[in-house]
């Protein structure tokens, strides 16, 4: 069996919530755009065509906005399903029901990825009033249909204390994967605003937080997935993980590794969390645009200006659309790793 190549595909920026920290509606009201189905159908073969170049499988990630928003959203569902190309769907909990759960599930639809960003009046804070609610009750609707749940919560200041209680509910809900992912400043008045921004020590102890979580809920149904690549010094630090004896880069950031975004206008970026547009699958081929110049300089891991000297560089690198967020360069020190590289 091929191993996997992640393809993000955003195929709409139609959306029925307005998340704060959402990159789309954070800094205002822009166009929205959404692809049309001659551009779908092209861009999955160009899909296709790529991974069968480098001798992977396609695993789509397709989200938006919300995906199932887009109008032909079940005829290209339709086409995974006559591919066999496997995918998940990330998106918002409102029109799931049980007959469209089963039938993206029969489509080939592995999981779909909810969030909860807080509880109740954090999350619909951040979301819309009753999203809360409706996440909980929609997580026993997936899994019915016999797709896995999983569940995302994007950490910042605002909602860091709250995560542990949300690690006890995603675990009590029988939900199937549970991960954080850090905020990704929008702007660089948000990055340092005291009431979103997380210094080092305090995510390292966040951290410790939820590894006792994970640690107590070890033997459980729910895998708690070390989505942060911040996990990689935690568990060095802990004595709990020990590198390879090797320079090469073999794991950490997946940023021009073995991922890709694609937006509704055909944008191609190396990864989502920050502008890095390397190309557009309307008019370039794939393949060229993840070989070419705009997606080396995502490559280039000696520049890193403190994980470049890091024992850690190969397996880490923690997040560069975090530095990029802080300081508008994705190879500067992440704002919140603790490590002292002498």
């Given amino acids: ?5 992640a393809i993000q595909w955003h195929i709409t920026d139609v959306c029925d919530q307005r998340c704060k920290h959402c990159y789309i509606f954070s800094e205002g009201h822009p166009d929205l755009v959404s692809a049309e189905w001659e551009e779908l159908r092209a861009t ?60 993206l599930f029969a489509a ?4 779909y990825q909810l969030s909860l960003d807080g509880l109740e009046k954090t999350h619909d804070l951040f979301r819309k009033p009753g999203s809360f609610k ?21 950490v910042s200041k605002v909602n860091i204390a709250e995560v542990p ?45 939820c590894w006792q979580k994970y640690e107590k809920y070890a033997n459980g149904k729910t895998t708690f997935q070390l989505k942060d690549h911040l996990w990689t010094l935690f568990l060095y630090e802990k004595g709990l993980y020990a590198p390879p004896k090797t320079s090469d880069v073999t794991d950490g950031c997946n940023c021009g ?3 890709l975004t694609i937006l509704p206008n055909g944008d191609i970026y190396a990864c989502r969390r920050m502008k890095s547009v ?15 110049a705009a997606m080396n300089f995502y490559r ?14 190969g397996v880490c690198r923690g997040c560069p659309s975090v530095s990029y967020g802080y300081t508008g360069n994705p190879y500067a020190a992440d704002p919140q790793c603790r490590k002292v590289i002498e």
């Fill in 108 to 111: 080939g639809c592995v999981k």
């Fill in 165 to 209: 209680e949300l690690i006890d509910l995603a675990y009590d809900r029988g939900v199937d994967v549970y991960a954080v992912g850090r905020y990704c400043p929008t702007s660089r008045e948000k990055a340092y605003d005291e009431n979103i921004h997380v210094t080092p020590a305090e995510y390292r102890a966040f951290l410790e937080r």
């Fill in 257 to 259: 590794r073995n991922h």
């Fill in 1 to 5: 069996m091929k191993p996997y190549f």
């Fill in 134 to 154: 409706t996440t909980l009750e929609k997580i026993d609707v997936i899994k019915n249909s016999g797709m896995w749940c999983a569940v995302m919560t994007t």
């Fill in 44 to 103: 999955l073969a160009k899909i296709e065509t790529f991974c069968e170049k480098i001798g992977r499988a396609p695993y789509i990630y397709l989200t938006g906005g919300d995906p199932i928003l887009h109008p032909r959203f079940w005829d290209l569902i339709d086409l995974f399903k006559e591919r066999n190309i496997r995918f998940c769907i990330m998106g918002n909990p409102f029109h799931l029901t049980g007959e469209v759960c089963s039938r």
């Fill in 300 to 313: 280039q891991y000696d520049k890193f200006e403190k994980c470049g000297k890091c024992e850690l560089k």
């Fill in 278 to 292: 390397a190309g557009n699958a309307n008019t370039d081929d794939i393949y060229q645009v993840w070989n070419g």
